[in-house]
DNA sequence: CCTTCATTTCGCCATATACCGAAATGTCAA
DNA sequence: TTGACATTTCGGTATATGGCGAAATGAAGG
């Protein structure tokens, strides 16, 4: 229903995609999205408030950190595709797979520190 | 390959989803769409020019006219994936509903001059 | 070659978006 | 309650985007 576009622009964004697509090997907080991408807190703090509002990603809080999970059971379709399509193996890129790596390297007690 | 953003900034924009829809009902050209859209010609002619850029759309010219055809038989996997969301039942709207009933009512003979 | 007419390109403006740092919020543990 | 720390919200700025009208382009017919 709604606007059917701002699912897209929700995903029209390189770093946003990114962050999809390391959500995609495990959950990430926040700081260890901002160490990998290089940006401030707040923007990807914004980046994933984007992502959640349009259903892509969901967030579950545990002690001290908010947890951001890839959404691949939404239950709607136009997301549940959409998300089909950025993890599929069609949907690659350099920056992704190094990201990835990136992901499994992180860790976020030693690097959150504002 | 190249920026997949892109592929989604393309989609994120409220007239050319809406063109993609018309699309789907039959060829239109720039003239038809703008009527439907009330839009200026260049306005229509940029955002058909985005779509062609990434590969959801082809044009063939005929006469003194350019016709735009949905590109449904993408080689892109990724294109070809996002055009079948784009089609399929769940992505609907009202809006879509009446543009798809104004396509079938313009005549490009009668209403195309700047 | 000249005219006509659909379309595209160009220059400009208003709004939307991505980014940052600083301040506010929320949560946990001392 | 207070302090520490992850996160979010706020205010501001630079760039990107979508819109228009005017001028340029291109194709068809006289």
Redo the contacts between chains.
């Keep these: 229903?709604g606007?059917?576009?701002k699912l897209?622009?929700a995903?029209?964004?390189?770093n946003?995609?990114r962050i999809l697509k390391m959500l995609e090997v495990r959950p990430l907080c926040v700081c260890e999205i901002r160490e990998i991408l290089n940006l401030a807190n707040s923007t990807v703090s914004q980046h994933l408030a984007i992502l959640r509002k349009s259903g892509f990603i969901y967030e579950i809080k545990d002690n001290k950190w908010v947890n951001y999970y890839l959404n691949k059971r939404s239950t709607d379709?136009?997301v549940y595709?959409?998300l089909?399509?950025i993890q599929?193996k069609?949907?690659d890129?350099d920056v992704y797979r190094k990201d990835a790596e990136q992901v499994h390297l992180v860790d976020r007690n030693i690097l959150c520190r504002l």
């Design positions: 229903m606007n059917k576009s897209f622009k995903l029209a964004d390189k946003r995609l379709d136009v595709a959409l089909m399509i599929s069609s949907f890129d």
